[in-house]
Nanobody
Framework: QVQLVESGGGLVQAGGSLRLSCDVSGRTFNNYAMGWFRQAPGKEREIVAAISRSGGVTLYADSVKGRFTISRDNAKNTVYLQMNSLKPEDTAVYYC????????????????????WGQGTQVTVSS
């Protein structure tokens, strides 16, 4: 098991930017594929972005393509989500997730595939 701690959430105006960080401890970080999910009130948890162990393969939800960037620093045991051009509909609790993966370039797209979760960080975008 690994421990995940998110930070960087907050209140921002539409069009603004935030960078979320997820610090990972407890196991070898680069054995884990990582993902960012979000959950708005009354809605299901949805994938925002995912990144492979290598960092070289990424995917994004259609709603955030071109605005959000996921990255990881395997030396710092941290995964990031840079969020630009934020919209009110991006308002949600954002969760970092990790799963041990045998594939260096494998991505996990579904919440059910991840077995380690952070506590979440609130992102609120005002109009």
């Amino acid at each position: 098991q690994v421990q995940l701690v998110e930070s960087g959430g907050g209140l921002v105006q539409a069009g603004g930017s935030l960078r979320l960080s997820c610090d990972v401890s407890g196991r070898t970080f680069n054995n884990y594929a990582m993902g960012w999910f979000r959950q708005a009130p009354g809605k299901e948890r949805e994938i925002v972005a995912a990144i492979s162990r290598s960092g070289g393969v990424t995917l994004y939800a259609d709603s955030v393509k071109g605005r959000f960037t996921i990255s990881r620093d395997n030396a710092k045991n941290t995964v990031y989500l840079q969020m630009n051009s934020l919209k009110p509909e991006d308002t949600a609790v954002y969760y970092c997730a990790a799963v041990q993966s045998t594939g260096w370039f494998t991505l996990m797209k579904r919440a059910s595939e991840y077995d380690n979760w952070g506590q979440g960080t609130q992102v609120t975008v005002s109009s």
